[in-house]
Structure formats: C-alpha cells, structure tokens
C-alpha cells in the first residue's frame, strides 16, 4: 500500500506540474503514424526433434522444418511534442511462445503506453504502460538485429515490461532513465507476489561511432511467501569500426538468492560478441561467438547436475534489395558441458541448424504536426 500511495503522489504531482506549464505548445496537432512489420521463417534443426519446440530457452524462430510466422505486428503511434502515445498488436511464434505466462487477450499487446513530458523543453519524460525493455542490445524486430536468430543473452532476459519509466535526456550524449514495473517480463504481476521491481538505464553515445549502454534490474519473480531477491546488471557497446565494419560487445550477469532472506545467491553470466560487415549497399554478413553459465537453473531450467552451460556460433548473410526488406540466411551451432539442448525427448550435448527468413516493415504518416 505503501508503494501505490507513493506511485499515485508521483503521477498526481507530475500532472500538477505539467498542467502549470500549459503553453501555446499543447495546442499543436500532434502527427499519427501507422507502423507494419512481417517476419516470415524457416529452420531446419539437424537434430530433428519431435514436436512443436526445438529448445525450451528460444521465444524466437523456434520451429523445426515448418513454415510459419514468427512475429507480425501493427502500431500506431501518435507523437507530440508534449505527448506520444503507442499501441501495437501482435501474432506469431514469438507471441505464442514469450507470453505464454500472460492470460487471453494480454500475449497480443506487443506495445501499449502513454508519455508526457514534464518540462517545457521535453527532456524529462514520464511513460506509463506495456514498454520495450530496458534490458539488451536486441529487439523482438529481427530487422534491427545484427543476426536472424536472437543471441541467448537476449531469448533470457526481458523483451517487455509493464509499468512506468522516467527518462532524462541530461544533454546530447547522456541519457538516464529509472522504471517501477510489474516484474521480470510479465505484464500482470506474479499472484501472491506485493513487490514492485525496478530498473536502470544509463545510455552514453559519445560519437555516431561509439556507444554504450548500461542497465539493471532489482526485484523478484517469486510470491512473497518465498521471495528470492533477483539482481540483474546488463551491459553493452556498439562500435563503428570504419565505414563497413561494426561490432557489438555485451555482457550479462545476474544473482538471485537461493531462499527467501538467505545471504547466499546463484549467479548466471553470460557474453556476447557479434561483428557485422557491409559488403556493398545490399549484402551484409555477421558473425557470433557466446557463452552462457546459469549453473543452477535459475533462469534456464534444466535436469542436469552441470546446469546450463553452452557455448554458441553462427553465421549470417543478408540480402536487402530496399532498406525496409530483408533475406536473412543464418546457421548456427550451439554446444553443451551436458545434454541440455532440445526438448525433454531428443536431448543432445550439442545442436546444429539452419534458419532462413524474410522479414519487411513499413510506415506511413497518417497525420503531420
């Protein structure tokens, strides 16, 4: 109760204050914006398991020898400069598979906030609603991705939160933001569970060569009655190396305590590397190298006495004929200390397959400020 009655002081005094710097500037028209995006796929996993799910730890392409959709979507968005609104829809795989947690009609909202700057000059914001994470270098768009697939630091760490951010533009370089939300990727909170969690955000791009982002997150995904406090620290850079050349450097680590108010914790990590080239104006290849521990389950539940342990590598060539379309080609081999790869019935110590995708996206500006 606490919590609320300090979340709901916060929003009431944001509105008070936004509502006494009324100006000519909310009296502009504000610009509506559709926005479309279609990823088709196909993979073929060599180790040809049986069902509907290749590996329980992908929400991404995670289907064998079968055509399908893995992410379809349709915003809107309305952009003011005192205002902006966003509410995308989504199908797929993707949907299927990552909100599987999140009751009826909640796994089709990919996207559904609201924001209002609270300064005359918007560079503070308060956004309140279903939110992209804070968390990683990769989106849920494969077109804004170095790689088709996802890399494993992403597929186990938040693509979306619910609940508010509060962001900071300090100058041209620096942005900080800071989230209360419902949980570790949930959209309705954990039954039994009072808690809010909370989030960090700490962006510095120093050139359009150079840059680095850092973010966290503090909470739980457990009910009170057994609450394991979950830290999670996510850190990346982007570089520019020349014209063509780029690469990007992540590295995640996390601890959650092994029993409610123990001082004792299991930790996870996990880096990433992925180097992406330009051929010409059409083609570009890429390159990935990762590992990921979680020893103890904790994040990729597993029957093995060595917990998760995988080392992967893949490949990827690009052919986009128009910025907004893109053929995608990519394989990948990914590798195991114990047979963790795959679903219950076809366990492997390792896993090779091939994933092919067409993916396209579009907007159109409905209305003009």
Avoid at 6 to 27: G, I, M, P, R
Avoid at 144 to 155: I, M, P
Wanted: charged letters at 20%; glycine letters at 6%.
């Amino acid at each position: 109760m606490k919590n609320l009655l300090c979340s709901l002081s916060f929003v009431l005094c944001a509105t008070f204050y936004v509502n006494a710097q009324v100006d000519e500037a909310w009296k502009e028209s504000p610009s509506l914006s559709i926005y479309g995006f279609a990823d088709l796929f196909y993979v073929y996993d060599f180790n040809e398991p049986e069902g509907d799910l290749r590996q329980p730890f992908f929400f991404n392409h995670n289907r064998h020898n079968e055509y399908n959709l893995n992410l379809g979507l349709i915003k809107l968005g309305l952009d003011h400069s005192r205002y902006r609104a966003n509410l995308a829809l989504q199908t797929g795989t993707y949907a299927n598979d990552n909100y599987a947690q999140e009751p009826g009609v909640l796994k089709n909202i990919f996207e559904a906030n609201v924001g209002i700057a609270l300064t005359a000059n918007q560079n503070l914001w308060l956004d309140v609603g279903i939110l992209p994470s804070h968390l990683g270098f990769e989106s849920a768009i494969s077109l804004d991705n170095f790689t088709l697939t996802r890399s494993l630091s992403a597929e186990n760490s938040p693509y979306f939160l619910a609940g508010a951010k509060l962001t900071y533009q300090l100058n041209d370089k620096l942005e900080i933001a800071g989230l209360m939300v419902n949980g570790w990727q949930r959209i309705q909170r954990l039954e039994g569970n009072s808690l809010p969690s909370f989030g960090t955000q700490l962006l510095y791009e120093a050139s359009d060569r150079l840059s680095l982002n850092w973010s966290t997150f503090i909470g739980t995904d457990d009910p009170d009655e057994t609450r394991r406090m979950r830290y999670f620290s996510n850190l990346y850079g982007q570089f520019w190396v020349s014209e063509r050349f780029q690469f990007l450097a992540g590295f995640d680590v996390g601890a959650q305590q092994t029993s409610k108010g123990s001082s004792s914790y299991d930790f996870w990590f996990c880096p990433t590397l992925i180097g992406q080239y330009h051929i010409n104006e059409r083609w570009k290849t890429a390159l990935r190298v990762e590992y990921y521990q979680d020893e103890n389950a904790v994040i990729i539940p597993t029957f093995s006495p060595s917990g998760f342990k995988t080392t992967g590598l893949s490949a990827n060539i690009d052919y986009a004929p128009i910025p907004n379309l893109a053929c995608r080609l990519e394989t990948r081999w990914l590798d195991s200390e114990d047979a963790v790869l795959g679903p219950e019935n076809n366990r492997d110590n390792s896993n090779f397959f091939i994933g092919a995708s067409i993916a396209i996206e579009f907007m159109e500006i409905l209305s003009r400020k």
